[in-house]
């Protein structure tokens, strides 16, 4: 009989390591890090586990974290009433910003959309070893993922590899550019999404299912 529990235990151990393995927390993070739709998709599918760690609500056929209003940077966040706690990594909120760069010498505003989670107690280097499958690589101060570009939004939505991306420039005239970035500043870690420059209405329905009216 002994043997037998203990059999027994070991198999509702390894029942429950496997479901941590592809649990709900797992399947919104590895979405996310594709910078794309996904992420809102699975707050969807899987809403009943992850709504311990924030409200979630529907927004026609997605879902997405209940955020407070913008402050005076446009940033809107949601602070998670416990982490999602992932390889040892503690990721306590989520975040989006908007904003709007002054205008250039074109006489058009590129636009800045962020979103992604802060992380608690632990350096950018950390999140690079933990997670070697998000692919991120060494950006001047920061980490990211390699850049993609839309040549031309006027024409196009199609992502395509940029082989000219160069840190900190403004994206040119009617392109758009995506990545993840890994950063650390003023004593806390992010990892965020961003989609700049000069995106269409399409694409931003198509990469931001969250969002309403386009911001």
């Given at each position: 009989?002994?043997?037998?529990?203990?059999?027994?235990?070991?198999?509702?151990?390894?029942?429950?390591?496997?479901a941590?393995?592809?649990?709900?927390?797992?399947?919104?993070?590895?979405?996310?890090?594709?910078?794309?739709?996904?992420?809102?998709?699975?707050?969807?599918?899987?809403q009943?586990p992850?709504?311990?760690?924030?409200?979630?609500?529907?927004?026609?056929?997605?879902?997405?974290?209940?955020?407070?209003?913008?402050?005076?940077?446009?940033?809107?966040?949601?602070i998670?009433?416990?982490?999602?706690?992932?390889?040892?990594?503690?990721?306590?909120?989520?975040?989006?910003?908007?904003?709007?760069?002054?205008?250039?010498?074109?006489?058009?505003?590129?636009?800045?959309?962020f979103?992604?989670?802060e992380?608690?107690?632990?350096?950018?280097?950390d999140?690079?070893?933990?997670?070697?499958?998000?692919?991120?690589?060494?950006?001047?101060?920061?980490?990211?993922?390699?850049?993609?570009?839309?040549?031309?939004?006027?024409?196009?939505?199609?992502?395509?590899?940029?082989?000219?991306?160069?840190?900190?420039?403004?994206?040119?005239?009617?392109?758009?550019?995506?990545?993840?970035?890994?950063?650390?500043?003023?004593?806390?870690?992010?990892?965020?999404?961003?989609?700049?420059?000069?995106?269409?209405d399409?694409?931003?329905?198509?990469?931001?299912?969250?969002?309403?009216?386009?911001?």
């Open positions: 009989m002994k043997r037998s529990i203990k059999y027994l235990s070991m198999a509702v151990l390894a029942l429950t390591t496997n941590w393995a592809g649990s709900a927390e797992e399947e919104l993070l590895n979405a996310f890090v594709k910078c794309d739709a996904s992420m809102f998709d699975i707050l969807k599918n899987k009943e992850l709504s311990k760690y924030a409200p979630i609500e529907k927004v026609g056929k997605t879902a997405r974290f209940q955020l407070g209003s913008a402050d005076e940077d446009g940033k809107r966040q949601v998670f009433n416990k982490p999602i706690i992932l390889n040892g990594i503690r990721f306590v909120s989520f975040d989006t910003i908007y904003s709007e760069f002054p205008f250039n010498e074109t006489g058009k505003n590129p636009v800045f959309y979103w992604g989670f992380v608690e107690e632990a350096r950018a280097a999140l690079v070893v933990k997670f070697p499958q998000w692919g991120l690589k060494p950006m001047g101060k920061n980490f990211a993922t390699p850049s993609q570009i839309i040549i031309n939004s006027n024409q196009s939505v199609r992502w395509q590899p940029n082989m000219q991306a160069t840190t900190g420039s403004i994206p040119a005239k009617n392109t758009v550019e995506k990545l993840l970035i890994l950063e650390e500043s003023n004593g806390k870690t992010s990892l965020y999404c961003t989609i700049q420059g000069y995106p269409n399409k694409l931003i329905r198509r990469e931001r299912l969250d969002l309403i009216g386009g911001k």
